[in-house]
């Protein structure tokens, strides 16, 4: 008999739907902090985080926010798909919203890289003997931010990829498609958050 | 006493063997039963390390001037030892063991929403633990912050911090996936007829608890995350050379460990909540508004954080509102103390193990939570700050709460768990024991701390000396009584008398499973008949 | 557990979503290009929360969903919001 105790298979896909939530809760509120810090700095810094936002570059911005907001659609199409029985559009469905993600990453590699060859990163001299307060804590917000936000696309893609492949092998299928659905949800959660960060990094003005 | 050390039953989930015998059996269990008892002994050992940190420190407090250790030393003692009483006895503590063994069988579930979630919880906590232990093992020097890892000092110290950090984040993410764990589990697995109405008031805080678990540990996780990231690449985030706020780190921090301190309780008066109305042969007195100052807590709790810091360089807007706010989250807890004395009012009082320590508890919660209020007066707070007021406060609030009713649960729950009854004389003696001592322990410092001595120093002024002497040897007698209670339980779970089925005439579903219980907790899902709620005698 | 079949959002919908989604992006560009002083903020956080609205509405499934699980958002977002007006209690009177 098997260690872990089979209870009759009940499959909960309301309660697996609730567990994912209250996952994602924890995410909001992990970011929520950084959020909160933003607030305070931005408002005893108005003018330095107007100056340091001028190094963004708003085009990449909004580029960046159009393809995660169209890789949102791709994955909630998907489940829709799933329960057509529609596989190969899912699948379909599902890749588009990885390779959004993998371009939206390759986007903030470049950005984060031009970044760097200018001097500016986390703890850089350069930023300490030019830069006002303000703008030394708008760009390590900026980093700390983003790049937990991009952590955070990884863990998302990850979980695409693991729903692909449990479709394929036909564990996740029209009656059973809380996997899909929940990697949906902690998809569109990367998205909130960005949908957040965007105009507070980039739209200062 | 009859010596009887027959094992219990083949099909309890104490003796079943399934695909893994002996301890590998334990440690890849997924049932609820086995997991809470792994937290059990994991915490007993890292208690034991805690207690004997703190009998150091006492020592060191025997006499004024380096008594046993230098300062530094003392710096790390108390550090250490306030890193595992909270993050791994406290917040974990009555949810973890009792929690995890009798939410499912109160709501008549066989397991929780989540069970391989469970097992992984308590290794994410185990592997928190040995973070936080590598860090005095190894490295620089013991961290020397303070179990609250206050800006900039935690940034700037040469000591090993680091592990530190990341261990209490891991031990964060163990809590967060408990509570959340538990509130799925309450919303879906709860058996036909036992409403939200009907459910008993240990599954209602901890769902309560699953609530601040959940929402204020992440906040706590990201501000160590940023003091790591201080460290190794300087983002000026708390640092006041980059335009950083000390303050807010302060902010942040409280944020989480305010509401951690309503995750210590809640369960606590769950606990509590339970062996009053079983000792009392009596319904407990207003479920409703027990219920109700539950939730009550848990959302007001939210919001009082700054009473922490009111000597920090707050605005006063910010101190005025966080002192009236603290004042209203006394006032669900002040109700729940009422519906506890009117429950054994004219009830038929059975005076054994549990009920010593449930009646205890009352007693030092009190004086915790009065002490409290004096703490939350701005005009009281100026002055009492950062002395060992404060510590006796918490003292008696957290470790007289969350600590005397882990040891009523304990033996309430015990002839459940172990399925064999407890020697009472040598319980009621250590119970005595460890009672006197601790109000020996801690109530010295009320007065050490209104005489002006500070606290987290290993030195200080020849006048504190006789009430120092005092509360020393308090801790020897109460540890005293801890190891006779421990080695009583021990005694009992080898030898003791086969427990019956329900000892205490109780009248929630654990007492109606076998003792110990079977793997599956019940063969048939039961159904939950009661006109009325839970506790009708 | 029985297994509920839920209402089957039509493509249709996502692809207006979507729209609606852009729109509010471009548009938020937009204003803030147009110097509106404490205004820009607000209308720029203003628009993050319509499009939020409509990402946990419509894209993550709420408007479908049983409402306890609509209480447990609105309520994570109220307590966030709280937790920094209190914080601003702080730094607004310092």
């Known amino acids: 008999m098997s260690q872990v105790i ?200 | ?41 994991s915490m007993m050992v890292l208690f034991i390390v805690g207690a004997l940190l703190g009998l150091g420190m006492k020592l060191e407090l025997i006499a004024p001037g380096k008594t046993v250790m230098e300062a530094q030393t003392y710096n790390a003692f108390f ?59 190894f490295g620089d020097g013991t961290p020397d912050t303070g179990w609250t890892f206050y800006a900039p000092y935690s940034f700037k110290t040469g000591a090993n911090m680091l592990p530190a950090i990341f261990g209490a984040f891991v031990l964060g993410f163990s809590s967060v996936l408990t509570g959340l764990n538990f509130i799925v589990t309450i919303h879906r697995l709860r058996a036909p007829g036992m409403t939200w109405g009907k459910m008993p008031l240990f599954p209602w805080t901890l769902y309560g608890t699953g609530w601040i678990q959940l929402l204020a540990t992440p906040i706590v996780g990201i501000t160590l995350i940023l003091v790591a990231l201080e460290r190794i690449f300087g983002i000026g985030v708390f640092d006041p050379a980059l335009g950083g706020d000390p303050i807010l780190y302060q902010h942040l921090f409280w944020i989480y460990s305010h509401p951690a301190v309503y995750i210590m309780i809640l369960p606590a008066m769950g606990a509590i909540s339970e062996i009053i109305p079983t000792f009392s042969q009596k319904h407990v007195f207003g479920y409703k508004a027990i219920v109700a100052s539950t939730l009550a807590i848990a959302f007001v709790g939210y919001f009082v954080w700054g009473h922490h810091m009111f000597t920090a360089g707050m605005s006063n807007t910010s101190q005025y509102a966080f002192s009236i706010l603290t004042f209203l989250v006394a006032i669900p807890s002040a109700i729940k103390v009422f519906n506890w004395i009117s429950t054994m009012y004219k009830g038929s009082i059975n005076v054994q193990t549990p009920f010593y320590w449930a009646v205890s508890f009352i007693f030092v919660f009190m004086i915790g939570g009065l002490s409290g209020l004096v703490l939350g007066a701005l005009t009281a707070n100026v002055y009492l700050h950062d002395t060992a007021f404060v510590v006796a406060h918490f003292h008696f609030i957290v470790f007289g709460g969350t600590g005397y009713a882990f040891f009523a649960a304990l033996h309430y729950w015990f002839p459940k768990m172990f399925g064999r009854m407890y020697d009472a004389k040598w319980a009621n003696t250590g119970w005595l024991l460890f009672f006197i001592g601790f109000l020996t322990l801690y109530g010295p410092m009320f007065y050490l701390g209104m005489m002006g001595m500070p606290r987290r120093y290993y030195d200080y002024l020849e006048q504190f000396h006789s009430a120092n002497i005092l509360s020393t040897l308090g801790s020897w007698v109460m540890v005293f009584g801890l190891v006779i209670i421990i080695v009583n339980l021990f005694r009992a779970a080898k030898y003791g008398q086969p427990a019956p089925v329900n000892p205490w005439n109780g009248k929630t579903w654990e007492w109606t499973v076998p003792s110990p219980p079977p793997v599956e907790n019940f063969d048939k899902i039961p159904e939950y008949k009661e006109k009325e709620g839970p506790y009708e005698y | 557990m029985e297994n509920e079949k839920h209402h089957i959002v039509p493509y249709r919908t996502y692809v207006f979503i979507l729209i609606a989604l852009l729109a509010c992006t471009f548009i938020s560009v937009g204003i803030t290009t147009i110097e509106l002083g404490e205004l820009t903020v607000t209308g720029a956080l203003l628009l993050a929360s319509i499009k939020s609205f409509l990402v946990l509405t419509y894209f993550m499934h709420l408007k479908y969903d049983k409402p306890y699980i609509k209480i447990m958002v609105a309520f994570v977002f109220v307590l966030f919001v709280a937790v920094i007006v209190i914080t601003f209690f702080d730094y607004l009177f310092r």
């Open chain 2, 79 to 137: 550090t250490v030892h306030g890193v595992i009483m909270i993050f791994m006895i406290v917040i974990p503590g009555l949810p973890a063991v009792f929690g995890n063994f009798l939410l499912p069988i109160m709501i008549g579930a066989k397991d929780v929403a989540f069970p391989k979630l469970n097992l992984i919880s308590w290794y994410v906590y185990i592997l928190g633990a040995i973070l936080v232990i590598s860090s005095v093992l």
């Open chain 2, 1 to 41: 006493m009859q010596l009887s050390s027959q094992r219990s039953y083949e099909g309890s989930y104490l003796e079943h063997q399934g695909k893994y015998k002996g301890l590998l059996g334990w440690i890849t269990s997924t049932d609820h039963k086995r997991i809470a008892l792994l937290y059990m002994f």
């Open chain 1, 6 to 205: 089979h209870h009759e298979d009940h499959y909960d896909a309301e309660g697996s739907k609730i567990g994912m939530w209250l996952f994602i809760f924890t995410e909001l509120l992990l970011f929520g902090g950084l959020f909160l810090i933003y607030s305070v700095y931005r408002y005893r810094n108005q003018d330095a985080f107007h100056l340091a936002a001028e190094e963004l570059d708003r085009t990449i911005g909004t580029i960046n926010t159009v393809i995660l907001l169209i890789s949102s659609m791709t994955i909630a199409m998907s489940t829709t798909a799933l329960q057509k029985g529609q596989k190969k559009i899912t699948l379909l469905l599902m890749v588009t919203t990885v390779v959004l993600g993998i371009v939206f990453l390759v986007n903030k590699y470049f950005e984060w890289g031009l970044k760097f060859e200018h001097g500016i990163f986390p703890g850089s001299e350069h930023m300490k003997t030019t830069m006002s307060q303000g703008e030394i804590l708008f760009f390590g917000l900026y980093f700390v931010m983003t790049g937990l936000h991009a952590l955070h696309i990884i863990i998302g893609l990850i979980l695409i990829l693991v729903a692909y492949v449990r479709i394929t092998n036909g564990t996740v299928h029209a009656n059973r498609p809380s996997l899909l659905e929940n990697a949906g949800l902690y998809w569109h959660l990367v998205d909130l958050i960005w949908i957040f960060l965007f105009p507070l990094f980039y739209l200062i003005h």
